[in-house]
């Protein structure tokens, strides 16, 4: 009764009732589909049996959850766990690796993790990792918000999406190996406008109107105070699809964060139609064809954009602090970030303090290490990639594309290297002028 | 690739997942609408309609009584029986009516007809017209005049017609009404018998339809959709543009949804009292309400129509909306969204179950809770002081009156600002500090947009403090006060440490030993000589006069003394003690000049204290020889309580106080290194002229080091006592030398019922409270456990199921209240926490944090209920004054009445002075009061300027109340009247009926209306057992002259009038009493007026201004004229008319002076018995038993000349317990060759003189006056006199 923040009330167990009685469902219809298609374990055993077995757990679950008060229900989180979890999951460099190592997985165990019955074994460990992580009063705050609740749903839709992808891609990949035609050549999707596309996008409608309909009953807009200019709330956070850009903003200056890395990514994005030289995967789904262009694109896409929407939604909290999933969003905690530039790394270094003095001469000293290394990453790179790692590509685009090419390349790039500069030497700017507000 | 011309999807499928999906669209809309149609309102606007139709119901049936019926079947069967008449008539009357109708379409027809004449006739007018303008030759002039002239004729001749023909179609309707009266007659009655109950039915037929048609229109206005085409159920807002709400940076005009709920909010019955009286029933049934009269929120009335709401009332609800008082969310319309806030955590639960609430910290002007509600008052009643005490509505809201009474009290206004005004704009309640210096003085009399504070500073001044006490005293003091005198209002300011660790709470003693020796140091060192007074050489005090004098001179009118243990007064320190602290004469400790000094001109050590000058001169005893100083006899007497205090210091550890001198120095300008060299080589680096700021008493005039380690010692004392001073603020309630500019230390609270939560410093207070913060002895270990305890009391049942006492759920409840906002980081806990234990919200930090920036804020000696009553009064404070209309602004008379009531507190003129006299309310049996007989002395003019004077009040509460007597029941109205107790019943008698109490009423009072009524006035003695008496009400004041009283009848009076004599007056009526400009002068240099009285009236540190408001203060609370009022009697032109009027009766014959025979009277052998008259002395015949009475000479610029004329026919109307007798009794002729021996003529005459006195002393001098015939003899009581 005296605690502010209860892990488990009764609405709680009621709401984590319904949970698992859903999970339960998709496991029995999944059981009966394992049933129809999935052969036996051995021993005469069906497949089946197993998902028999998890799908009574769940109900068994869901009831226990239905029936027994909060007070001394056994299945929560346990707090060691959470601890842990926060102490040495929860800060941005395991998080950012976490998402490359993730995106080199999805690539590496693509064969592997795109059969359905891994997809679906994940699916559950994840509602499961959830309906666990709910029996906690901040993981709850954070994901139960009626404003994330979208962002949630994305988790799970960007998944399901990348599973499609991957599922036809390692297919066609196959069908190429062993000479045969290919999925959308055997699947001929043309159809008829009427009805095939518009009753099914007039269907799709009506379920969708009828899903906010019921979605704006349930979840409430989450109104917060009234505006005010003299009065940010903490955090102030960007639409949700603007949290990669804020993101940006702890490892950028404005200027270059909200301002030119944007129209650089809007710019490359329509440049990628001319840069583009590979003529296979064209009207169909493959991997090993463009696995350069879908990598890259997935490095972009999932790491830098969709991961850091996540991180700016559930673990961004109070002063842009990073807070575990299980922790309280306390506004009193501090982390110490004391940055040091470059040039101070590199005047310090001689021994002999950086050159004091506000003219251009002075400043342009003083920060000469890193304009040269700017200068360098951006002019030298491209034509010692051209030569060497990139030389196929080099030749066959020609000197102003591959130009072109290897500049957004090395756009995509500055953001990861900074990160790692930043976690690394506690860089603050490689260059910092602000007389100028000119800081990289 | 061409299309396939087959279809990819199952047609069938399609159709049915088609179907399928348009059902759950279909049931998405049917939901969306379900959802609206359950907003909690519309419910509730339903329930209304239920009740009222209950209610209509209800009225019907008690409408139809018997009775009624009767009547009403009675006027049926006649109305039967007319019918029948007139169908016995019916071919007469037929035919009367076809007559009817064509005479009325002749007359018709005929009027039709006559308007075409005339219009023909028009036509030939203007022709002719046109013609004579035109010049038209004659031939054609005159047919045109011929023309005009037949039409004419036409219409003439039709107008006849019509004439004639209307007077037939009259005569024939009055036939026919002759027919048909009888029947209208009937109707008409029948109406009139049924109006009410038609209208109660139209009503009934307007809410619950009984017709199927209505009943189906007013269903269908409930329907989804069609409901927003102004149906029955809708929203109620008031609108209210000027009462502006601020969201975020913007100011917006306010929308109150509350009464789309809360619909009979402001519905009253047609006697004014609430339609739907609140309640809590018990039942959710809406028709038991009905059936007891009693209605749950949000159906019921508000609970104070009076001044809430209604049209009538000074906040009706259109003007004023709900939210400007309440808070919440105006625009809410549900229970959540109208963000209604629960007073104590149980009830926020049991408002979760019911109706899913949870707090909304987002929403920033949450519903006050009934606790704080009356917080709110202080936005517009900026002066606080009518809230408590107001004519009509009493104290309406006694708990934020209270809060600022405590916040002056302890004058948190010294280091907490509370600005009133924001640039010239009053925002909210001013309590400020008056300007301290006279050049702040000057600039802020210099910028018209400043206002200067009023309030002074609690503390005694410290500026001449070497002379009063001594070093040990000062810290004894200061480190707990309530040590020494466990009543005092000084907060604790050291020994504040159980918050702390063990280690770090023996450091902070060890500091603390240093800081309190230095404010010592500091104190004594800058103290300012004083020439202190010496009673004469020679004198001998005597210990037991002084006792006396110590009890008759008013001390105890402020102070509590522990050899009169009955005082009680508390506006003062408790003075028992004041024998241990104050410094006494050198060789005689017996006595002490300064103390001596201080009693008798307070002034003199402290110019600003509002201690009077008590006129404690020297003055020769009866014997007219021994001289009394009454000043040194009391200071004798307070010295003879004890010996000389010893008080225990604590030892200053030398190591300790350089620590605490390297922290301060290096929190200025001096690094660890050169604070160390400071402290050991004793030697501050600069010239003493170099330096400012505290640093200086560390530094030498020529810079050298200080030699003399004692003196290097002091001075280190002195730099740590100046630190600590500014630290602590010491001089936000004590003048002190050197501090006149320092500015208030602590935060400004003129809006900290706004101030954002984030920026109050919580710190670890959760975990302190989990572990500590009840007081030593508690019950509970922890004021977390507490809590506990009272949710889990709460939970099992609360007060109702015994599990609390009456106080304690009132303080439990309101402590879990408390602790659940701190938790939630809210403002009302954390001000709860903050006055309960300041420095808690260190627990935990003083390890990361220096010592000089730890807390500051010292313990008050608070009780949680006063807790609550200050943050009720500082959460109102929003500095948020809405539009200017809205702000409470006192007409005249009432600003007076506050600025007075201001000042009646400042001076505690209340000590003494009775200002509302006792009121007694008992159960009266009417018949056996007997009113009050006019005797064959009492004229009937003077009974008329009574009433005029005093109109008589009505006794009567309107209640009854049932008293058992002798196992019978009694219904006894219940009474009050003014008056005071005369007698109490016997404590040995016990006998129910025979313990009884005696009354002296101080009022004309009424029992009834009418003729019925009993009248008391002023005198009459009420006696009635103890039994009847419901509440004595105590007077406002006059305390210290009860106690008086009582004590003089122990040895110097016996009889309780002659006590009263001797004792301060009640001011009652004062305003009709006394002049205005008069009362002005005497409040600024009081005169002696009494010779009756042991005490004075004492001379206050008042300023003309306040003394003005003070004067006009009485007049306005009487409904006096002020602040100049006309004494008629002192005019020429009365003077002439009166002498005419006398003349003319023959009272006076002509050419003999009006005022010369009445100063002939004057002067006469009745005045002079107890007063000097005429410049002829008051002589003591009998000093037993003559007592003087007061100058005549100042009647004339003291009294009103109606008051005066009352007083000369009967005093006693006036003051009960005077001795001044009736002179003058309508029944004897005192001077029967002075106006015919008329005594309403000699008392107006008498008058006359006495408000001329001056004038005619000078013209017509000394008079000797003897009527011929007998001696004249007063009637008893003769003796004394203690008014003119």
């Known amino acids: 009764m005296l605690d502010a923040h209860p892990n488990l009330t009764a609405s709680v167990l009621t709401g984590l009732g319904w949970f698992y009685l859903l999970m339960f469902l998709l496991n029995a219809a999944w059981t009966l589909r394992s049933y129809r298609e999935d052969g036996e374990l051995g021993f005469g055993i069906p497949v089946a049996a197993f998902w028999a077995t998890l799908s009574s757990i ?45 995106l080199w997985a999805m690539i590496a165990l693509r064969e592997w993790w795109t059969k359905p019955k891994v997809a679906f074994a994940l699916l559950n460990v994840s509602l499961l990792f959830m309906g666990l992580s709910l029996t906690d009063y901040d993981f709850r705050q954070i994901v139960g918000k009626p404003d994330n609740v979208p962002i949630v749903a994305m988790l799970f839709i960007v998944a399901f999406c990348t599973w499609i992808y991957f599922r036809r891609a390692v297919d066609n990949d196959r069908r190429i190996e062993e000479g045969r035609p290919l999925f959308e050549q055997e699947d001929n999707e043309k159809v008829l406008v009427w009805p095939d596309l518009v009753y099914t996008e007039l269907i799709c409608m009506v379920i969708l109107t009828a899903v906010l309909i019921f979605w704006g009953i349930a979840l409430k807009a989450p109104l917060e105070e009234p505006g005010s200019s003299v009065k940010t709330p903490n955090p102030s956070k960007a639409p949700w699809y603007f949290l990669g850009l804020q993101e940006m903003l702890v490892y950028f200056d404005p200027w270059l964060a909200g301002v030119v890395l944007p129209t650089i990514i809007l710019g490359g994005l329509m440049a990628i139609p001319y840069i583009d030289f590979n003529k296979a995967g064209n009207g169909y789904y493959c991997f090993k064809q463009r696995a350069f262009a879908v990598t890259t694109f997935l490095f972009g896409f999932l790491p830098l954009w969709v991961a850091l929407i996540v991180l700016g939604t559930f673990l961004r909290g109070p002063n842009w602090n990073f807070f575990g999933i299980y922790e309280y969003w306390d506004v009193h905690k501090v982390e110490a970030a004391n940055n040091v530039n470059l040039s101070e790394f590199f005047w310090n270094g001689l021994g002999q303090g950086l050159p004091k003095g506000s003219g251009i001469g002075t400043i342009l000293l003083r920060e000469f290490p890193g304009i040269l290394l700017i200068i360098g990453y951006f002019a030298v790179l491209p034509p010692i990639m051209g030569l060497t790692i990139l030389r196929t590509y080099f030749v066959r685009m020609g000197v102003f594309r591959f130009l072109v090419f290897s500049n957004l390349i090395l756009w995509m790039a500055i953001l990861p290297i900074k990160m790692l500069l930043r976690w690394a030497f506690a860089l603050k700017y490689i260059v910092g002028i602000p007389e100028w507000f000119f800081n990289i | 690739m061409p299309a396939t011309d087959h279809f990819r999807w199952n047609q069938q499928k399609l159709h049915a997942v088609f179907a399928a999906s348009s059902v759950v669209l279909l049931l998405a809309v049917y939901a969306m609408l379900r959802q609206d149609q359950a907003d909690e309102w519309r419910g509730v606007q339903r329930n209304v309609f239920t009740i009222d139709a209950a209610i209509r119901q209800r009225e019907l049936q008690k409408l139809k009584s018997p009775e009624y019926i009767r009547q009403l079947e009675e006027v049926e069967s006649q109305l039967q029986q007319a019918a029948t008449d007139a169908d016995l008539q019916k071919q007469a009357k037929a035919d009367l009516f076809r007559k009817l109708e064509e005479q009325g379409r002749l007359v018709e027809s005929l009027e039709i007809d006559l308007k075409f004449r005339n219009s023909n006739r028009d036509e030939a007018r203007a022709n002719l017209d046109l013609a004579v303008r035109d010049g038209l030759n004659d031939i054609v002039m005159s047919a045109r005049k011929a023309e005009y002239e037949s039409r004419q004729q036409l219409c003439d001749d039709r107008q006849k017609e019509l004439d004639a023909a209307r007077v037939v179609l009259q005569t024939l309707s009055v036939e026919a009404k002759a027919i048909t009266v009888s029947v209208d007659e009937l109707e008409a009655g029948r109406t009139k018998l049924v109006a009410e109950s038609d209208r109660i039915t139209a009503l009934l037929e307007n809410i619950a339809p009984t017709d199927k048609v209505s009943a189906f229109k007013r269903a269908l206005m409930e329907m989804p959709i069609i409901d927003g085409f102004n149906s029955h159920l809708k929203v109620v807002q008031d609108w209210l543009p000027k009462l502006k709400i601020t969201l975020g940076m913007s100011k917006i005009a306010r929308f109150d949804r509350c009464r789309s709920c809360h619909q009979n909010i402001d519905k009253i019955t047609g006697s004014g009292g609430p339609a739907y009286p609140p309640g809590h029933p018990e039942t959710e049934d809406v028709l038991q309400w009905v059936k007891a009269n009693q209605y749950p929120q949000p159906y019921s009335t508000h609970p104070n129509t009076a001044l809430y709401c209604t049209a009538s009332s000074p906040h009706p609800v259109a003007t004023f909306g709900c939210t400007i008082c309440h808070d919440g969310q105006g625009s809410g319309t549900s229970f959540g969204n109208a963000e209604h806030t629960p007073n104590d955590p149980h009830i926020a639960e049991d408002w979760h179950h019911e109706y899913g609430f949870h707090p909304n910290h987002f929403w920033e002007y949450p519903m006050q809770p009934d606790r704080f509600i009356e917080s709110t008052c202080i936005k517009c009643h900026h002066n606080v002081t009518e809230l408590g005490i107001h004519p009509k509505f009493g104290a309406s809201a006694p708990k934020v009156y209270r809060g600022d009474q405590l916040l002056r009290k302890y004058g948190c206004y010294g280091c907490h600002e509370i600005h009133g005004y924001d640039a010239g704009v009053a925002i909210g309640p001013d309590r400020r500090l008056e300007p301290q210096t006279e050049a702040e003085l000057a600039k802020i009399a210099a910028d018209p947009t400043q206002v200067a504070g009023k309030l002074r500073k609690v503390g005694p001044s410290l500026r001449h403090i070497s002379s009063k006490t001594s070093s040990e005293f000062i810290q004894y003091w200061t480190e707990i006060p309530s040590r020494y005198r466990p009543s005092t209002k000084m907060p604790q300011f050291f020994s504040l440490s159980d918050h702390l660790g063990d280690a770090d709470r023996d450091q902070t003693l060890q500091f603390e030993a240093a800081e309190l020796a230095g404010i010592a140091e500091v104190l004594l060192s800058t103290s300012q000589p004083i020439d202190l007074l010496k009673p004469a050489e020679g004198y001998q005090p005597s210990v037991e006069r002084g006792q006396k004098l110590f009890l008759e001179r008013g001390c105890l009118a402020c102070h509590q003394h522990s050899t009169v243990p009955e005082s009680k007064q508390d506006f003062g320190p408790n003075i028992s003690d004041i024998h241990q602290k104050v410094t006494r004469n050198a060789g005689n400790a017996g006595f002490s000049d300064w103390l001596y000094t201080w009693i008798k001109e307070p002034e003199r050590y402290h110019k600003r204290t509002q201690m009077p000058n008590l006129y404690l001169d020297p003055y020769k005893d009866v014997d007219g020889t021994t001289v009394i100083d009454p000043a040194a006899d009391i200071t004798a007497f307070l010295l003879a309580q004890g010996e000389p205090g010893t008080f225990p210091v604590r030892e200053v550890a030398p190591e300790e106080l350089n620590k605490l001198v390297e922290v301060y120095l290096k929190k200025g300008r001096f690094g660890v290194v050169k604070a160390q060299e400071i402290i050991t080589s004793r030697q501050f680096p600069d010239k003493l002229a170099d330096v400012i700021g505290d640093e200086a008493v560390l530094a030498t005039a020529d810079g050298a080091p200080v030699a003399d380690e004692a003196a290097w010692h002091k001075m280190k004392l002195a730099y740590v006592g100046r630190k600590t001073i500014s630290r602590y603020g010491c001089y936000a309630c004590h003048d002190m030398p050197g501090y006149e500019d320092a500015r208030p230390i602590g935060v400004a609270l003129q809006d900290w019922g706004r101030k954002d939560t984030s920026k109050l410093g919580f710190e670890h207070i959760r975990e302190f409270l989990h572990h500590h913060g009840e007081p030593k002895g508690s019950k509970f270990s922890s004021t977390s456990e507490r809590i506990l305890s009272a949710h889990k009391k709460a939970a099992a049942g609360g007060l109702e199921a015994g599990q609390f006492s009456p106080e304690e759920a009132v303080s439990e409840m309101s402590a879990a209240f408390f602790y659940d906002s701190l938790e939630r980081h809210g403002r009302p806990g954390f001000i709860w926490q903050k006055l309960r234990a300041p420095r808690s919200y260190d627990y935990e930090k003083t390890e990361t944090k220096g010592y000089d920036e730890r807390l500051r804020m010292p313990k008050f000696p608070l009780k949680e209920d006063e807790i609550e009553a200050i943050a009720t009064f500082v959460l109102g404070l929003v500095a948020e004054p809405p539009a200017s209309e809205y702000v409470y602004t006192p007409d005249e008379r009432q600003k ?65 109340k049932t008293i058992k007597l002798d196992e019978e029941k009694l219904k006894l109205h219940v009474a009050s009247f003014h008056g005071f107790v005369a007698t109490r019943p016997d404590p040995e008698e016990t006998d129910p009926e025979l313990r009884e109490y005696g009354f002296d009423v101080w009022e004309p009072v009424e029992f009834g209306t009418g003729d019925e009524a009993k009248r008391l006035l002023p005198g009459a003695k009420v006696n009635f057992p103890e039994s009847r008496l419901i509440s004595i009400q105590d007077a406002r004041g006059g305390q210290f002259a009860e106690v008086l009283v009582d004590k003089l009848l122990t040895y110097r009076y016996d009889q309780r009038n002659l006590a009263w004599q001797a004792s301060p007056p009640p001011l009652y009526q004062e305003g009709v009493k006394v002049q205005t400009s008069w009362l002005y002068e005497f409040l600024l240099e009081p005169g002696k007026i009494r010779y009756t009285t042991v005490l004075r009236m004492p001379k206050f540190n008042m300023s003309p201004a306040e003394a003005k408001t003070l004067a006009n203060y009485f007049a306005a609370v009487d409904g006096a004229e002020f602040p100049y009022e006309e004494q008629a009697p002192k005019d020429v032109d009365y003077i002439e008319s009166r002498s005419a009027q006398l003349t003319s009766a023959g009272h006076l014959d002509l050419g003999q002076s009006y005022l010369g025979h009445s100063w002939d009277l004057l002067n006469g052998p009745l005045c002079i018995k107890c007063h000097s008259v005429g410049a002829k002395k008051f002589k003591v015949s009998d000093p037993a038993k003559d007592i003087q009475g007061p100058n005549l000479v100042d009647v004339q610029n003291r009294l009103r000349s109606d008051w005066v004329k009352l007083w000369l026919y009967r005093p006693s109307w006036i003051t009960p317990y005077t001795s001044m007798p009736v002179n003058f009794p309508k029944n004897a002729a005192q001077f029967p060759d ?22 005619l002393l000078e013209e017509i001098g000394p008079t000797v006056y003897q009527p011929p015939g007998q001696p004249v003899t007063a009637p008893a009581p003769a003796a004394g006199g203690e008014e003119e």
């Not at chain 2, 000590?911 to 009417?926: I, R, S």
């Not at chain 2, 106006?1235 to 006195?1253: C, E, I, Q, S, T």
């Open chain 2, 896 to 960: 007076t009445r506050i600025e007075g009531e201001f000042l009646l507190a400042k001076y505690n003129c209340t000590g003494c002075h009775v200002v509302e006299l006792p009121k007694v309310t008992f159960a009266a049996d009417l018949g056996s009061i007997e009113s009050t007989q006019l005797d064959a002395g009492d004229h009937p003019a003077a009974l008329e300027l009574l009433l005029k004077m005093r109109p008589a009040r009505q006794g009567l509460t309107g209640e009854t």
């Open chain 1, 58 to 102: 769940l109900l068994m679950l869901s009831l226990y959850h239905f029936t027994y008060p909060p007070e001394g229900f056994l299945i929560e989180l346990p707090q060691s766990f959470k601890v842990t979890f926060d102490r040495y999951f929860s800060n941005p460099v395991f998080y950012f690796f976490l998402s490359i190592v993730g």
């Open chain 2, 1234 to 1255: 002075r106006f015919k021996g008329d005594p309403d003529a000699h008392v107006v005459g008498v008058r006359d003189a006495l408000m001329n006195y001056s004038r």
